[in-house]
């Protein structure tokens, strides 16, 4: 199962609520296969499950039972995949679609890549080819990913050391 989810940010994310509805469409998958918590976005899926909003326990199951979490770029949304040992696509949201504010969350999703902690997709045109990868290389490896939780942390600190 694919789950995506947008966070809470009040601001649409209908590029990519739109782009997974219609990677479920190419790709024949069921509704139960892909589930999207879409947030403030208006865009309503016909392909896929979804919910505007989950409790922490929907998400929580979600995650724990997800092949494949798609999320936003931000923090919030990485720190029960990372718990769990899961790979993140991050597709983070950019200012200049009026997903946010200003691109930090780009910034964010740039660093997490070089920590190996998420997969970013700063085109959304590469979102399709990277889901069908990751599904090749489970499928040829049958290897869990091993989270590197404790380094992550111990960077993480460094990093905002920096920035504060």
């Known amino acids: 199962m694919i789950f ?11 590029r990519l609520v739109q782009t997974i509805d219609q990677y479920a469409l190419e790709n024949d998958l069921c509704k139960s296969q892909v589930f999207i918590q879409t947030g403030y976005t208006d865009y309503i899926p016909k392909n896929c499950s979804h919910s505007k909003m989950l409790s ?4 929580d199951n979600l995650y724990k ?32 679609f009026n997903e946010h504010v200003d691109d930090h969350q780009l910034y964010f999703c740039k660093l997490m890549e070089k920590e190996e902690r998420v ?15 990751i599904n090749r290389d489970e499928n040829e490896q049958k290897n869990k990913y091993i989270p ?17």
């Open 56 to 59: 922490y326990n929907e998400m």
């Open 119 to 133: 997969i970013c997709i700063e085109e959304i045109s590469e979102l399709a080819a990277t889901i069908k990868t």
């Open 148 to 164: 590197k939780t404790n380094q992550f942390v111990e960077s993480f600190k460094k990093s905002l050391g920096e920035i504060l």
């Open 4 to 14: 995506v989810t947008v966070g809470t940010h009040e601001q649409s994310f209908q």
């Open 65 to 96: 039972n997800a092949e494949i979490i798609i999320t936003h770029g931000g923090p919030g949304s990485m720190f029960l995949p990372w718990k769990y040992g899961k790979k993140i696509i991050a597709v983070p949201r950019l200012s200049k």
